[in-house]
């Protein structure tokens, strides 16, 4: 047997290999057999709270003090010490109900949940948009952060790639569902939340109001903390109002937001930075207990080609989009931009290349012109993001990187590049650009936008005598402990892409998450043992949905979301899906937060009861059939058996209207009619199972004409008969 890795796993492994032994006493025995009892409510999710932990060290201790045999002693020692030297394990089952080896069935995150940076409980707020319950499901969503319009509308969405739909068919549109929630809620024009009120005295001050500074901010302030948010530009949002164009993230949307989080009662200082004498020690002295910095990555770079600093025309992405956004932001006149009537051409094969594209059109380009060094697989933009592009006119050339560039009179005019080839892939699966000789070539360009990269600036964080007062590496801020994301210096915090460099959104806000927990933790003299973005809930509502209705394909199409006929604006150009399709596509969830894939119900349909009524090739079996939720309707007995072995109860059996109905998380497998006990009336099995098994016995028990007899009333029949011919 594998060694386990679970802590709490490892406590009852220890413990029971003790008491399978013969030299123990009734006391070590009785104290063991509460503490085992102790640590299965841990494993499955049933323990209360973390007094559960002081009770197995009680119990353990009377061991200590009580053992009449001696043996039990250093046992019990053994589980105390497992316990301390494991506590953040234990804390996770316990308050987090999650296990982070995932060995205990009841405490395993679904791979989408898993896979978001912030642990957005995703598989229940989908299933309360799935039944139209979307003010609900949004507070859920705002229980693991702060921004779902903004996030509806720009979140990279990796929980996606990992959905385990994907495997059948198409993954669950995660993140339209999420815009919808917000958006329908919105046009309810719900209530502002009730200001959070001062819980403790200390105030915090947070540096820049980007994603990840809102989020440090909205959580600290949930605590009941007052939060000032010092924001060096004119407008808040950082790279969210600044870096993100208005086509993709309406500013209404981003303002709301920013509003709501205001209306908890954190403070927004614009036009506020934070340098030269104000600086982090003198907000330490204006009162501010702790400190979070979200300065974001602001400074645009440019690769080292010949001749680029000799010609006008050639920007860095960043500077280009907060330059545009900025104008966008004052309502002043577009006619201020560089490109109308040009060719552009953009370098890159991020989210900012096809953004800068995108929005060179909308400014009146003539020609624009991705140049990226890989092809279209590799590159790292959204790929929805890359279509929409192509359907605006940007034009793509792959597998090509600039090497020079040209001008006449002080100004550019183009751009010379070679092809490329790509590599075997390295170490880390990537295919690394390899030059082909003499290859070389000129685009025509007005002016080239560079999207090669950006990083953050952080002089901010020099001090009156010019001394950094944080450690920094490679002109990144550096975290000591990555669970409270505190910096080198006590009392103050980072996160986002000052951190990271540049990044998602969605991971900006899980570093103010995890700072906001962790400030809450230093205030209050806590030590942090886990990771607040791993936390799995219960189970809020299960869709009851048909075999066909989980079997439908997605009805989202995003192809049919884009209004073409406001490519050519800054107003929104993605619709939100219907309330129709956000029903079927939630319909199509699997549920991995209740079914962990471990595949037992189709080892034991297949291998123990022999009718493969179960197929599901997305779980974890030897031969993997392909997923047919309706082939269970036809060759389902109702044994049973599947769900006497589900560990986590994803499968259930209701016996209702002489009927059985067979359900896998709310979705029916199979309804089949049940036949009637002649003895005491009661329905106790299918006909579909009593014809199996009469099948498969033929010949060996008697004959098939035999009355239908329940297992209750059986034994009191074979009484009876014998008592009757006894002699």
């Known amino acids: ?86 506590m953040g394990d234990f804390i996770a089952h316990i308050e987090k109900r999650v296990c982070p080896s995932s060995e205990c069935p009841q405490l395993v995150i679904a791979p989408c949940q898993e896979s978001c940076p912030a642990g957005i409980d995703i598989p229940n707020y989908l299933a309360l948009v799935g039944v139209g319950r979307y003010e609900e499901a949004l507070e859920l969503i705002r229980e693991d952060v702060p921004l779902p319009g903004t996030l509806g509308r720009v979140c990279e969405h990796p929980c996606e790639k990992s959905c385990r739909r994907g495997q059948i068919d198409r993954p669950i549109s995660i993140c339209a569902l999420k815009r919808l929630a917000y958006d329908k809620t919105d046009l309810l024009e719900s209530k502002p939340p009730t200001p959070q009120g001062r819980v403790y005295k200390e105030k915090i001050a947070v540096v820049g109001s980007g ?16 939060v000032t948010i010092f924001e060096a530009m004119s407008d808040p949002g950082g790279m969210l109002a600044y870096g993100i164009p208005p086509y993709r993230l ?5 303002r709301k937001e920013i509003s709501y989080i205001q209306d908890m009662g954190v403070e927004i200082r614009l036009n506020s930075p934070i340098s030269g004498n104000y600086d982090i020690d003198a907000l330490k002295k204006e009162g501010y207990s702790a400190i979070f910095l979200s300065s974001g990555a602001w400074e645009g770079s440019k690769p080292t080609i010949p001749n680029l600093e000799k010609f006008k025309g050639v920007f860095d992405g960043v500077t280009f989009l907060r330059k545009i956004n900025q104008i966008l932001l004052n309502n002043s006149g577009l006619e201020q931009s560089d490109v109308k009537g040009k060719k552009i051409v953009v370098v890159g094969g991020g989210n900012v290349a096809i953004d800068a594209a995108r929005v060179s059109l909308r400014l009146g380009a003539d020609e624009v012109r991705i140049v990226y060094r890989r092809t279209r697989d590799e590159m790292p933009a959204l790929n929805e993001e890359i279509e929409d592009a192509e359907k605006e006119g940007v034009i793509f ?26 590599s075997e892939p390295d170490l880390s699966g990537r295919r690394r650009p390899v030059p082909i000789k003499d290859s070389d070539y000129k685009i025509k360009a007005d002016a080239i936008i560079f999207a090669t990269g950006q990083q953050p600036i952080l002089t901010y964080l020099k001090g009156k005598l010019m001394v950094t007062l944080v450690d920094v590496a490679q002109k990144r801020i550096v975290i000591k402990n990555l669970l409270t994301m505190e910096t080198s210096q006590p009392g103050v915090f980072s996160g986002g892409d000052s951190v990271t460099g540049p990044a998602t959104v969605i991971m900006a806000v899980a570093g103010g998450k995890r700072a ?35 079997s439908r394909p997605s009805l989202i199409n995003p192809h049919h979301l884009y ?59 030897e031969e993997g059939p392909e997923s047919n939720f309706e082939h269970s309707e036809e060759t389902c007995i109702g044994c049973g058996t599947c769900q ?34 002649q003895v005491c009336g009661q329905t106790f ?42 002699p």
């Open 1 to 86: 047997m594998a060694e386990s890795s679970c802590k709490v796993k490892v406590t009852e492994d220890i413990i029971n290999s003790f008491l399978n032994e013969e030299a123990n006493c009734n006391i070590c025995r009785r104290m063991f057999n509460n503490i085992l009892k102790q640590l299965e409510s841990v494993r499955v999710g049933n323990a209360c709270d973390l007094d559960v932990i002081e009770s197995i060290g009680l119990l353990a201790g009377d061991v200590i003090n009580s053992c009449r045999c001696d043996w039990g002693r250093p046992v019990a020692e053994k589980v105390i010490s497992v316990i301390r030297e494991n």
């Open 250 to 254: 309406p500013r209404e949307v981003l």
């Open 516 to 550: 906001a927990a962790g400030i809450d933790a230093y205030l209050r003299g806590k030590i942090l043992l886990v990771d607040v973005n791993k936390n799995k809930r219960k189970s809020k509502i299960l869709l009851p949905v048909t075999a066909e209705e989980k």
């Open 644 to 677: 006497i072995n589900c560990p986590t109860g994803a499968i259930t059996l209701e016996d209702k209207d002489s009927f059985r109905e067979m359900r896998m998380c709310g979705t029916l497998m199979s309804r089949l009619e049940m036949v009637v006990c």
């Open 397 to 422: 050339d792959f597998l090509a990187s600039p090497v020079n560039v040209g001008g006449k009179d002080g100004y550019v005019k183009y751009v010379e590049c070679l092809r490329n080839s790509l």
């Open 563 to 621: 209004q073409a006929d406001k490519k050519d604006t800054f107003e929104e150009i993605t619709l939100r899906i219907s309330e129709e399709a956000a029903m079927a596509e939630a319909a199509r969830c699997l549920r991995c937060d209740i079914c962990i894939s471990c595949g037992k119900c189709i080892d034991n349909c297949r291998k123990k009861i022999k009718v493969n009524a179960i197929r599901l090739g997305y779980l974890n079996s």
């Open 211 to 226: 994603p990840a500074g809102l989020s440090a901010a909205y959580f600290l302030a949930r605590k009941g903390y007052g």
């Open 685 to 726: 099995a299918t006909i579909k199972h009593l014809d199996f098994v009469n099948q498969n016995i033929r010949g060996h028990f008697g004959q098939e004409h035999r009355k239908i007899i329940c297992p209750d009333c059986t034994p009191r029949i074979l009484s009876h008969n014998t008592y009757q011919i006894r």
